[in-house]
């Protein structure tokens, strides 16, 4: 199964650090972002990894380059300035990521969460994606979906956060084009028609979207 960083965005919070280095190409201990992830999707078997970029998209090859030094090979889907949002991005690198499920993981995020549980992870003939999902952080309180038997619903019983880690299938976007679109409205549309299943995971997950939690972070690797 091949795997695909999310990497493309702007990192308005977190300016001005993303006003010369992306998001995922920040610092936190002895790494940056984007490294912690791809160790760990080396070491459960995800050695094909597809890296989506648009701001300062130069820095990423520069950074990461082929992949060889991690033991990956890192293939490159560039977007334009701006970006194409979560959904734009994954269509624009299809034809990298092929017909088979390919696992995506947010590009900002730092987890322990263990990805050989993805290693033969079957998607069921009636599931378009598989989520992961997390206890609500400080930010997002609200959280995003619910489960039910394994299946994401829209329901406002207890709601967890998406973890920014999935399974998805290509038939999920077979009907829309490369262009700048929101994963979040195609997401809603499949879990209407009880296409999503998902999990809940307790272990470490950070959304690094501020300099606050990136210097936490920071303090809790360097420790």
Known sequence: MKAMILS????????PLTDHTPKPLLKAGKY???EYLIQ???KAGFTELVINTAHLAEQFPEALGDGSQFGANI????????GLETAGGIINALNLLGDEPFLIVNGDIWTDFPFNQFTDFSLSTDTLAHLVMVN???HNLQGDFSLSSGKVQRSEQQRYTYSGIGIYHPKLFST??????????ILLKAI???QISG????????DIGTADRLEELNKKLSA
């Open 32 to 34: 940056r972002l984007i």
């Open 176 to 185: 829309h084009k490369a262009q700048r679109l929101a994963l979040k409205p």
């Open 192 to 194: 209407e028609q009880q």
């Open 8 to 15: 493309a965005g702007r990192g308005e919070r977190l300016r």
């Open 40 to 42: 760990s999707l080396v």
């Open 199 to 206: 999990q809940l995971y307790r272990g470490e997950w950070s």
């Open 75 to 82: 293939n490159y889907s560039p977007e334009q300035e701006g």
């Open 136 to 138: 609500n952080p400080e």
